[in-house]
């Protein structure tokens, strides 16, 4: 079966622009994760959606991040106004309730 | 809060040399603990994990065991091989919770 799906895997942009991120996440799977991977640095939680619950927004660094979870489904993290230091790898999880996280293969963000 | 602290890389071995990965953590009650491997190109996936104290989890002939005495999750295997190169995340979950907290990765490069 299909595993957790991102896109785009690379993207380029210029500061100041906005991006989006895509997740596609395992078929039934109820929770999606997003978490940013800086170089040299561990993976730091962005945000959590389960189900109808409202979502887990405690780790967005700032107001610039913002992500939404369509039909329980895909989701897409938003970057406003890009500064140099979003540039990262950009990873969605999904799980199935009490099960590991599966991890898409990210999206390498690069502001220039 | 929660934390995790994992073994500064970079690691380099040879092949069949055995391989330690030290990992520590901080948190309340009795978390989950987990090890998580990303191979080049790839995106994370769950190398292994224990649930409690003393428990040991293995996989592809790594190993760790859960010390609550030492806080610990060290991750081991004898001998390892070049396709064992990759980046190994250590990371635990609170009971009743959702968010997996990550240490910063280890690279590990084996040589033939």
């Known amino acids: 079966g299909a595993g957790v799906s991102q896109s785009p895997s690379n993207k380029v942009t210029e500061k100041g622009k906005d991006v989006e991120l895509r997740c596609d996440p395992i078929s039934g799977h109820t929770a999606l994760y997003w978490y940013r991977q800086s170089l040299g640095q561990g993976l730091e939680f962005l945000i959590y959606f389960q189900g109808n619950s409202a979502p887990d927004k405690s780790g967005l660094p700032s107001d610039r991040f913002s992500a939404e979870r369509t039909g329980g489904s895909v989701s897409t993290l938003t970057i406003q106004r890009t500064q140099q230091e979003d540039s990262a790898v950009y990873l969605c999880a999904s799980s199935a309730p009490n099960s590991p996280l599966h991890f898409g293969n990210g999206t390498r963000l690069t502001v220039t | 809060g929660n934390s995790v602290t994992q073994m500064e890389g970079p690691v380099t071995l040879s092949e069949e040399a055995f391989l330690t990965i030290n990992c520590t953590y901080t948190a309340t009650g009795y978390p989950s603990l987990f090890w998580y491997v990303q191979y080049p190109g790839e995106g994370l996936q769950l190398l292994l994990k224990?649930?409690?104290?003393?428990d040991k989890g293995s996989n592809k002939g790594f190993e760790a065991t859960y010390r609550k005495e030492t806080t610990s999750f060290h991750l081991e295997k004898g001998s390892v091989q070049v396709s064992d190169s990759a980046v190994y995340f250590c990371a635990l979950r609170r009971t009743n919770d959702y968010k997996l907290s990550f240490g910063a990765g280890t690279t590990v490069t084996v040589r033939a």
């Open positions: 224990a649930t409690k104290a003393d």
